[in-house]
């Protein structure tokens, strides 16, 4: 069986998780409603605060989408009830970004600005001009946004300029040797 599969959810107060017969799973927080599709012979099993995916066969198919089924669920009820973010941090010379509306400004050394527009359910804060933080119930949009922003100007390991996660390392390489 499935280790990621058979984990318990811990469910937190002010969620709750609910399913039908067609394998819709809706889970409702104090932040926002998130929704996952379940496909195959999965169920869902609730005890208190203590939520498991179970699978009613032994398919191939089934046995790989247990663990998958369990960690949407999973990031579903973080999101919903907590949030999850990552942090952006911009390196380079004038390089900096700002929140203006419904858009995201980054200034990163190109002839024009870019103006990134923030999807909905995702609140984009910017420090210092220089660190960005996206926060969302989303977990796979938090990561695709976060993404997309940091692909406008990936970093180099020359200079370790462009856009980076504050957890990222940037292994560096040495310039030209030149003559000896």
Avoid at 79 to 84: E, L
Avoid at 142 to 149: D, E, H, L, M
Wanted: glycine share 12%; proline share 4%; hydrophobic share 35%.
């Amino acid at each position: 069986m499935s280790r990621i599969g058979r984990a318990i959810i811990n469910i937190p107060e002010k969620v709750t998780v609910t399913s039908n017969d067609a394998g819709l799973v809706t889970v409702k927080g104090g932040k926002t409603t998130h929704l996952v599709q379940m496909t195959g012979s999965m169920t869902l099993s609730q005890e208190g605060a203590e939520l498991s995916v179970k699978r009613g066969d032994d398919e191939p198919k089934t046995r790989a989408l247990h663990g998958l089924y369990r960690s949407l669920i999973n990031n579903a009820v973080v999101g919903v009830s907590t949030g999850w973010k990552k942090e952006l941090e911009l390196n380079g010379v004038g390089y900096r970004a700002q929140v203006s509306g419904k858009h995201l400004d980054l200034t990163l050394g190109y002839s024009h600005p870019i103006k990134f527009p923030i999807p909905a359910g995702i609140t984009i804060s910017v420090e210092k001009q220089t660190r960005l933080k996206v926060e969302g119930a989303d977990k796979a949009l938090v990561g695709q946004v976060a993404a997309n922003i940091r692909a406008y100007r990936v970093p180099e390991p020359f200079l370790g300029k462009g856009i980076k996660y504050s957890d990222e390392i940037i292994r560096r390489k040495a310039g030209k040797s030149g003559a000896k």
